[in-house]
């Protein structure tokens, strides 16, 4: 499986057959380095919450593809509002264990922000990935890890509106996953960080592998 860092909390993740896209803030993102239109062949569209450096291209994409969108239910019911298309929309909660979407499961797990936010952790070929969202840390994190023992996390350290390094190294340690990706930083001035310092943090707890805009790592 593959999983590409499309620069703030954009990701894209290739398994067999099935792609699914993360947050895809792609046309206003100073740091993407892809296009919409290169987007093809995307299956689903996890939106974590309603800010624009999260919905970013949703309903475009989903347009033009054809992806299944799973957010909050009442995101989904105001992206519908925004033109995505009504059989395209899948609205969920926070608290299910993982729901089966075919392809990939998925399930909506606190997060501390605003935006009728939440963070997703995603079964894909027998992998599990814990996508933060924007938050704070919090302790019940720890109960992410009882639930789920996500093999991936990919978290927020940028600070100013999420959690920054200090707080998200005790989120790493909390969360507990073999391979851990900083995101959410440098894609702006108030976020600005030095994720080797992230690491450094967390040496001989997690993986953290560290990846440029565009790059992409496989599990
Ligand atoms: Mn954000």
Redo the contacts with the bound molecule.
């Keep these: 499986m593959k999983l590409e860092w499309l620069g703030h909390?954009a990701w894209l993740i290739e398994n067999e057959n099935t792609k699914v896209l993360i947050d895809p803030f792609i046309s206003g993102n100073p740091s993407c380095p892809t296009k919409v239109s290169d987007l093809k062949d995307i299956n689903f569209i996890i939106v974590t919450h309603n800010?624009m450096?999260?919905l970013g291209d949703t309903v475009e994409i989903s347009n033009a593809t054809g992806a299944k969108v799973i957010s909050m239910f009442e995101n989904v019911n105001t992206m519908q509002k925004n033109g995505l298309k009504a059989e395209n929309g899948i609205g969920i909660n926070k608290g299910s264990s993982l729901l089966d979407f075919g392809g990939i499961k998925a399930a909506f797990v606190d997060a501390i922000h605003s935006g009728n936010e939440a963070g997703v952790v995603l079964e894909i070929g027998k992998k599990k990935i814990y996508h933060a969202g924007?938050t704070a840390f919090f302790s019940d994190m720890q109960l992410i890890k009882k639930f789920f023992e996500p093999d991936v996390a990919m978290l927020p350290i940028g600070g100013y509106?999420t959690m920054g390094i200090e707080q998200a190294i005790e989120a790493a340690k909390a969360i507990g996953a073999k391979i851990t990706f900083p995101m959410?930083y440098n894609t702006f001035p108030q976020i600005k960080q030095n994720p080797l310092i992230f690491k450094e943090g967390l040496e001989g707890l997690t993986e953290v592998v560290i990846l440029d805009p565009g790059e992409s790592y496989e599990i």
């Design positions: 909390s800010h450096d999260h924007d509106f959410h």
